[in-house]
């Protein structure tokens, strides 16, 4: 069976987008405030640069790029999964 790398990565994003955004409504909690950590340093980067975003454009920068950056992560570590399971199979072979 061979999933391709597009769903994969469709499925992580979606994923991590609804987590990151019920994460962003419990931020009392240190699993949530890791998730939307990244979304969150960028935030504060656009504050400090004068560029924040309020209201609902503040929830859509946090879990945008909360949802990129850990689907980015899951994505990388899929691939190097594939990949070490590509060459031990190879070497097997020979």
Known sequence: MRIRLRYVAL???????IAAAVALAHMDN?????????GYLVQAW???????LGG??????????SALV?????ISLSMAVRLLRRL???SRAA
């Open 11 to 17: 499925a992580a994003f979606i994923l991590t987008g």
């Open 30 to 38: 240190l699993p949530a405030f890791i998730m939307i950590a990244p």
């Open 46 to 52: 656009l504050f400090e640069t004068h560029r924040a």
């Open 56 to 65: 609902f454009g503040y929830q859509v920068t946090v879990v945008g790029v």
């Open 70 to 74: 850990w689907s980015l992560l899951i």
């Open 88 to 90: 031990v199979r190879r």
